[in-house]
Nanobody
Framework: QVQLVESGGGLVQAGGSLRLSCAAS????????MGWFRQAPGKEREFVAA????????AYADSVKGRFTISRDNAKNTVYLQMNSLKPEDTAVYYC??????????????????????WGQGTQVSVSS
């Protein structure tokens, strides 16, 4: 089993920055890709970004490309989401996810929630205008 705990959410003004962290514990050696998703009130959960096991491959939603950066530190079992130039439409609960099934990173499949086996509890990000 793997446990994921997100942190770093909060309230920020438009144009500001936040850095989310997701710490993994348990059988972390079984984790391949990791991803970030978000869900705003009344909306479906949507893909934000994903990173391969090595950190060498990434994928981003068009809405965050150029503003958000995903990275991971395998020594610390942690994945990060650096969010810059935040907009009010970025307001959502952000969830971290881990894939223990797919050994090869596929940037298209990484956008699909069903690709992932473990999920964190989420952290709230609120961006004021």
């Amino acid at each position: 089993q793997v446990q994921l705990v997100e942190s770093g959410g909060g309230l920020v003004q438009a144009g500001g920055s936040l850095r989310l962290s997701c710490a993994a514990s348990g059988r972390t050696s079984s984790i391949y890709a990791m991803g970030w998703f978000r869900q705003a009130p009344g909306k479906e959960r949507e893909f934000v970004a994903a990173v391969s096991r090595s950190g060498g491959s990434t994928a981003y939603a068009d809405s965050v490309k150029g503003r958000f950066t995903i990275s991971r530190d395998n020594a610390k079992n942690t994945v990060y989401l650096q969010m810059n130039s935040l907009k009010p439409e970025d307001t959502a609960v952000y969830y971290c996810a881990a894939d223990k099934t797919h050994t090869i990173f596929n940037p298209w499949n990484s956008r699909i929630p069903l690709t992932y086996d473990y999920w964190g509890q989420g952290t709230q990000v609120s961006v004021s205008s």
